[in-house]
């Protein structure tokens, strides 16, 4: 299989299956890489390599992420994050691992994709959130229907790490929290509070 890079360099290797134990498509499925703090974003399948799709093997559920293609390149012991997005089945999860340059390919236990995060209350009357770009590394617009007084931003966590009133049915997020600190590049959590939450990707 061909891989990020070239030569030997080491190799994360992991499977992903959705909450119903399917392979997800390669049409369906895309992922990130990051590492902390100061790490760029690998991203499938624009990162992929020579040829489309060479870090996700669809018989499988395989997927892979050179570790040599991030600048900087991560060294022992730096935390390496991978979050997974089925945009079909609106599923998605994170997974970590800390690097071990002895072991190579360095392999993952099996993602299990679930719709995680912020349990959505159900409403007849769902007001629906429109989120661009998305992902997005320096702002992004999200509309939304009238009558929505703020929208609240929540980490993977569940921890809420923002909260933005609109100006004529439009918020922006510049990825920061209340009080101007960046956040790190990750999935988040767009809320309307008691009607509608939508994911969005903040890539630094």
């Not at 499925?29 to 991203?43: G, K, Q, Y």
């Amino acid at each position: 299989m061909a891989l990020f890079g070239q030569g030997t360099p080491h190799t994360l290797v992991g499977r992903v299956r959705n909450s119903d134990n399917s392979i997800p498509s390669p049409s369906c499925i895309t992922f990130w890489a990051f590492f902390l703090p100061n790490s760029d974003t690998l991203r499938y399948p624009e990162d992929s390599g020579p040829g489309e799709g060479t870090n996700y093997a669809a018989s499988e559920g395989l997927w892979l992420v050179e570790t040599s293609n991030f600048t900087p390149a991560p060294a022992d012991g730096n935390q390496v994050f991978v979050a997974f997005l089925n945009i079909c089945t609106d599923e998605s999860a994170l997974t970590s691992v800390i690097i071990d340059m002895s072991v190579n390919p360095q392999e993952l236990p099996t993602v299990t994709l679930s719709n995680i995060g912020i349990n959505e209350i159900s409403k007849p009357d769902r007001a629906q959130i429109s989120i661009s770009p998305n992902p997005f590394n320096s702002s992004c617009r999200i509309d939304l229907p009238e009558g929505v007084d703020f929208v609240e931003i929540y980490d993977l966590s569940g921890k809420l790490v923002r909260t933005i009133s609109p100006e004529y049915r439009t918020a922006i997020w510049d990825g920061a929290d209340g009080v101007g600190n960046s956040m790190p590049s990750g999935l988040y959590f767009v809320r309307i509070p008691g009607y509608s939450i939508e994911r969005a990707m903040f890539l630094k």
